[in-house]
């Protein structure tokens, strides 16, 4: 299995970012009357970066998967990738849906979950799937942490989540997929791949299954990556987590078209 590079590459839009300030602070240095402008130009470029930031998907900020390597698409290969957890009450019965149809899945956990649940994680390794980084305190604020504070979350949910299943996690997702210009640098340090998706549901808001299972199973195709709630689900009328009837909805409509869920990991082969 290749690992994420670990040497961080700055992006065309960080480069152009700090080529700006230089020349912003030529200008002031040399014709201070210029300040305005310049101050201007680098607000204009704080806000862009801001907007960025804000698009979980983009690729401006570093790389950035949201969608299955050319090789695993070409394998038909599709990623379920399920957030928030690990859940005392629905991630166990998200594993036996995933085993009654032979899928794997990546858990992108919570490290404070994870310590508060640790035989869960390790049930979730045993059973074939793939534990994965959300950071360790899923902090709402984590977009607009300094370099630091993304270091902090970052290594204490590596430790957290290796010390439980044996296994360093690769992949890294932010909390609510937003971010700055910090994270890259830090998840090229410690050899993680930010990881986004095709698709998602918006399950943790949306309580109607059907229209949760309408939105991922016509994004299905080869190399799509999706994205599903174990924790913080939103719950059906009926007030069932509406994971629980989405998954079987998608992973039908995924064996007829041919498709195979695997984890990240295995992705990556």
């Known amino acids: 299995m290749r690992r994420p590079e670990s040497r961080w590459h700055s992006t065309t839009l960080i480069r152009a970012s700090i080529a700006l300030h230089l020349l912003a602070l030529l200008a002031v240095t040399t014709t201070p009357a210029w300040w305005p402008w310049a101050l201007a130009a680098v607000a204009g470029n704080h806000l ?13 900020l570093g790389p950035n998967w949201t969608r299955l390597p050319a090789a695993a ?35 992108f956990c919570i490290g404070e979950k994870a310590a508060q649940h640790p035989e869960l994680c390790r049930d979730i390794v045993r059973r074939g799937h793939a534990v994965e980084n959300h950071s360790q305190h899923h902090r709402h604020h984590f977009s607009v942490m300094g370099l630091g504070g993304i270091m902090r979350e970052l290594q204490a949910a590596q ?7 044996g296994m360093q996690p690769l992949f890294f997702r932010a909390p609510a997929g937003l971010r700055n210009p910090f994270l890259e640098p830090a998840l090229a340090q410690l050899g993680l791949q930010l990881a986004t998706w095709s698709v998602r549901g ?31 689900a939103a719950r059906s009328a009926a007030g069932t987590p509406v994971i629980l009837e989405v998954l079987p909805v998608v992973l039908e409509a995924a064996a007829a078209a041919r498709l195979r869920p695997v984890t990240l ?4 082969a």
């Open 48 to 60: 862009l970066i801001a907007s960025v930031g804000l698009w979980p998907r983009s690729n401006w």
């Open 73 to 107: 698409a070409a394998r038909n290969e599709i990623a379920l990738t399920i957030d928030d957890g690990p859940d005392p009450l629905v991630t166990p019965q998200v594993l036996d849906l995933l085993e009654h149809y032979g899928a794997r899945a990546t858990f």
């Open 159 to 165: 430790r957290t989540l290796a010390s439980i299943t």
């Open 202 to 232: 918006f399950d943790t808001r949306v309580g109607d299954a059907r229209r949760v299972s309408t939105k991922l199973v016509q994004a299905l195709q080869p190399g799509a990556i999706l994205l599903l709630h174990d924790g913080n």
């Open 265 to 268: 990991r295995e992705a990556m």
